[in-house]
């Protein structure tokens, strides 16, 4: 079964707009990932948040994880076309990090 | 320092034969973990091997079977394939597999079987 959440699945967004992506899971989490991926290309890690209320930054991309450790979102503040790609969050479980099915991101130029 | 090398970048293979994909971690990681995508079920988690021993093992068929070397390198291998095999095989490395640790990918093997 699907632990992780993502939305939206898919979402343009014109160039210079910001945007959120959101990921949830039935469980708490102890420890969750967020990577990048290009289309038919490996991922890249972006950061991983651990506490609760965890906030990181890397370049415009912030991702926070809730008190409740059960819910991250991923922030994009004016998006430009490096950013598009697909947007993976993972959260280990069983000693091995499970994956949401990613959110596709599209950006007008 | 290199990162997660995995070869061959393509594949393509006829059912019924078999495939071995290869993962170099990088340097220090011990640990090697393997997913499969495709479009429709997203990342799966196949297995993962600490200090050439499979630690963890995800529910796949056992025509899935890896293996791990002392140099931490490690192979997985498909037997007996089906069209259903097609799809982006990747490997994560860390220097271990506990909870809060960075696993770092590679750039995947795309297996297409025809």
């Known amino acids: 079964s699907q632990e992780l959440e993502q939305s939206p699945q898919s979402l343009i967004v014109q160039e210079g707009k910001n945007l959120t992506i959101n990921c949830t899971s039935s469980?708490?989490?102890?420890?969750l990932y967020w990577y990048k991926q290009k289309y038919g290309e490996g991922l890249i890690f972006l950061m991983m948040?651990?506490?609760?209320?965890e906030e990181k930054s890397h370049e415009k991309i912030t991702a926070k994880l809730d008190e409740k450790k059960q819910q991250s979102s991923l922030h994009i503040t004016a998006s430009q076309p490096s950013h598009a790609g697909i947007y993976l969050c993972?959260?280990?479980?069983?000693?091995?990090?499970?994956f949401g099915k990613g959110t596709r991101l599209h950006i007008l130029p | 320092k290199a990162g997660v090398t995995q070869t061959p970048r393509y594949l393509i293979k006829t059912r019924g034969q078999q495939v071995t994909l290869s993962c170099s971690p990088i340097?220090?990681?011990?640990?090697v973990s393997w997913y499969q995508q495709t479009p429709g079920q997203g990342l799966q988690f196949l297995f993962e091997?600490?200090?050439?021993?499979?630690?963890n093992k995800g529910n796949f068929p056992g025509r899935f079977s890896g293996r791990q070397f002392s140099n931490s390198r490690s192979e997985m291998n498909v037997s007996t394939l089906e069209l259903g095999d097609s799809a982006l095989y990747l490997c994560?490395?860390?220097?271990?597999?506990?909870?809060?640790?960075?696993?770092?990918f590679g750039q995947g093997t795309r297996l297409t079987v025809v």
């Open positions: 994560a490395s860390s220097s271990l597999r506990t909870e809060n640790t960075e696993a770092f």
């Open positions: 993972g959260a280990d479980l069983d000693d091995k990090i499970i």
């Open positions: 091997y600490f200090s050439e021993t499979q630690r």
């Open positions: 340097s220090g990681h011990r640990s």
């Open positions: 469980k708490t989490l102890y420890g």
């Open positions: 948040l651990q506490k609760g209320g």
